[in-house]
């Protein structure tokens, strides 16, 4: 076997009150793609800062082509060949493709020092062709779409002459379409002998685009593999220590009178006559394609967005929100979709996330207080949650992406809400993580909390909802009670194929 261009041994990062990283290997050969799979807080993101320099290990060896390597900064393992390409772009958006792609390494004139912007123009345009990117070196980047950005990024790892190249949940913002073309560019990094480690939750890519792959669980090595060789199942087992059959937990529904009723609800342009009801002890599931209008819909019974039409009552009683507020009153928790800008204030310490809604009972003659009322409240819903943390004082933006969304739900469940909605409450964040959001909702139900449970995931409507509406561009098409529930009827519903429908 190809000897490795880089080999982690028993590597080992402890912060304060926490080990983050636990005796880990991993080996990497040029020419491959090698998949770094685990949960959100297994250790992976502490792995990929400590080879690129951000972090330095407490122990172990790392080398790189047999020779041991140690980074004091970024820029020594720019120098060294390794360069990470994150989920969020780290661009400079109003500066241009060219300033962006020699940030930090310039072409100088060999005779006057001065910084040589026609050869760095003409680089670029040579590594922009090679990527068969149809872009001006001038052109700002906050002109560009998101997988241009990304494409981008990639051209200055080239420029950097990489040798191992990070892709850290790359696909996250793109469409099919963009996948496909930064597959291809995947593949022919590889086929120039390029290493990629390449970090993603999505299955269906990693058994498309990687070699092997290096499962971590815990801040834990706990094996690796070829990935042809592998199964799904077989790797989710090795990141959350069980079989996928207990990925959906089983509970028996003890639905109670009826909580929320919306009849004809509307809102132009967004969606129309939207019907249904809601019942205490209940998960009703929510499922369409993409415009079908149900994160709009949800916005709306929360007070974010105001409707067009239609009427709704809560307990009985007319419900018109002219804000969250309103909502919160009624008793109406919303989890969004997009934790870090909606559901978090990344720059905040989880003390203040938790207790944010919860603020005007936590206050005395008009201030919060610090005292043991609030420390109190915010570690039992944090334990609730199992929030993997140094401490609650951390900010949130420290956080693992499923930390950062057990946060979002810990400072809802303190309200005790009668009614939860959550919109892609498992979105972006590990098996290991969602099978405890999975339980946790379960877990409401059981209590008597109506849910509204939206997801892009058919197996996890089907596998959590004891009755699902679907939606198709803003119009309800259709009910399915769970005795129906199967993947080939909520898609005939959510393509608006009604006329082969045989459930009601």
């Not at 067009?308 to 307990?315: A, K, L, R, T, V």
């Not at 005790?416 to 972006?428: A, N, Q, R, V």
Request: charged fraction near 25%; glycine fraction near 8%.
């Amino acid at each position: 076997m190809q000897k490795a261009l880089l080999e982690v041994q028993n590597l080992t990062k402890i912060f304060p009150g926490i080990r983050a990283l636990d005796d880990v290997h991993l080996s990497i050969r040029s020419g491959e793609v090698h998949a770094l799979i685990g949960e959100n807080g297994a250790g992976k993101s502490t792995l990929v800062k400590i080879l690129t320099g951000v972090y330095f290990p407490t122990s172990g060896v790392i080398e790189l082509e047999g020779k041991p390597i140690s980074f004091k900064n970024a820029i020594e393992a720019q120098e060294a060949g390794i360069v990470a390409i994150h989920q969020e772009a780290s661009m400079f958006p109003e500066l241009s493709v060219t300033e962006n792609i020699y940030m930090g390494h310039h072409i100088r004139n060999e005779k006057t020092r001065k910084l040589d912007w026609k050869a760095m123009t003409e680089h670029t345009r040579v590594l922009l062709s090679q990527m068969k990117l149809d872009i001006n070196p001038d052109t700002l980047v906050k002109n560009l779409s998101v997988a241009q950005r990304h494409m981008v990024e990639i051209s200055k790892a080239l420029s950097l002459d990489a040798r191992l190249v990070i892709m850290d949940e790359p696909t996250s913002a793109l469409t099919g379409r963009e996948v496909e073309d930064l597959f291809r560019i995947v593949r022919e990094l590889r086929d120039s002998g390029k290493a990629i480690l390449f970090i993603s939750h999505k299955f269906a890519e990693i058994f498309e685009i990687c070699d092997y792959f290096t499962v971590l669980r815990d801040g834990q090595y706990i094996g690796e593999g070829e990935v042809r060789k592998s199964s799904e199942d077989d790797i989710i087992q090795m990141m959350i220590g069980r079989s996928v059959d207990q990925m959906y937990p089983e509970h028996t529904t003890h639905t109670g009178e009826k909580i929320l009723e919306v009849r004809g609800l509307s809102q132009l342009g967004a969606f129309k006559d939207i019907s249904f009801d809601l019942h205490r002890g209940e998960i009703l599931g929510l499922f369409g394609l993409v415009g079908a209008g149900r994160t709009e819909v949800v916005r709306t019974i929360f007070g974010i967005d105001k409707a067009d039409g239609g009427s709704m009552s809560i307990e009985g009683k007319p419900y018109n929100p002219r804000n969250p507020q309103d909502a919160m009153r009624r008793g109406i928790a919303l989890v969004p979709e997009d934790r870090q800008k909606q559901g978090l204030v990344l720059q905040m310490s989880l003390t203040h996330n938790i207790s944010l809604p919860m603020l005007t009972k936590l206050c005395w003659k008009g201030l919060v207080t610090k005292g043991k009322s609030e420390k109190t409240y915010v570690e039992k819903q944090g334990n609730e949650m199992e929030i993997k943390a140094a401490g609650y004082h951390v900010d949130a933006e420290t956080l693992s992406g499923g930390n950062q969304q057990k946060v979002v739900l810990a400072k809802w469940i303190g309200t005790d809400p009668k009614i939860l909605i959550l919109d892609e409450p498992t979105k972006g964040i590990d098996v290991a993580t969602k099978a405890a959001v999975h339980e946790f909702v379960c877990e409401m139900a059981s209590r008597g909390v109506a849910v509204i449970l939206i997801s892009s995931e058919l197996p996890e409507v089907i596998g959590m909802a004891d009755r699902v509406m679907v939606m198709h561009e803003g119009i309800q098409t259709g009910f399915i009670d769970r005795k129906d529930l199967s993947a080939e009827l909520v898609m005939r519903y959510a393509i608006k194929e009604v006329k082969e429908v045989t459930h009601a």
